[in-house]
């Protein structure tokens, strides 16, 4: 299988029924699996952690890429089924949020800048209410 033929609804099908043949629903509340995601999150971080690289080709190197195969999986194993256990449907969920994420995050204007929303919305209301004079940055004005 491959991301090209595999459907979302074929992945929560294979994750359904192995949680099934092990009797497990039983002990996957939407808090348990929540906390199952944030810890496989964590377990992918450690991965990474203490890594430098000079040069961003050079960051990869050394790792265990099987071992990080893995732990993706098992994050995306928890989220499937926390979709399942809450009835979320993950493809429209994820269409919803990049809608959001594109409004939140116009191309034109956070191209190559990683600064959050709220930064650009300080941005947009400040050239709103900008009087003639020296522009300001929202970083400019915090209080020290």
């Not at 459907?7 to 348990?32: A, G, Y």
């Not at 969920?93 to 191309?107: E, F, G, H, L, T």
Request: proline content about 3%; aromatic content about 8%.
């Amino acid at each position: 299988m491959s991301d090209s033929r595999t459907t979302v609804s074929e992945l929560r099908r294979i994750v359904r029924r192995f949680i099934e043949e092990r009797d497990w629903m039983q002990f996957h509340s939407p808090k348990n699996i929540a906390m199952s995601i944030a810890i496989e999150a964590a377990e992918l971080m450690e991965h990474f952690q203490w890594t430098f690289a000079a040069k961003p080709e050079e960051k990869h190197l050394g790792m265990d890429r099987t071992k990080i195969e893995d732990e993706i999986a098992d994050i995306a194993v928890y989220v499937l089924d926390f979709c399942e256990v809450m009835g979320i449907d993950l493809s429209g969920a994820v269409r919803r949020k990049m809608i959001q994420n594109r409004k939140k995050y116009p191309a034109a204007q956070v191209r190559g800048k990683t600064h959050k929303y709220t930064y650009y919305q300080a941005l947009s209301r400040e050239k709103k209410s900008e009087k003639p004079g020296k522009k300001k940055r929202p970083s400019e004005r915090r209080s020290r």
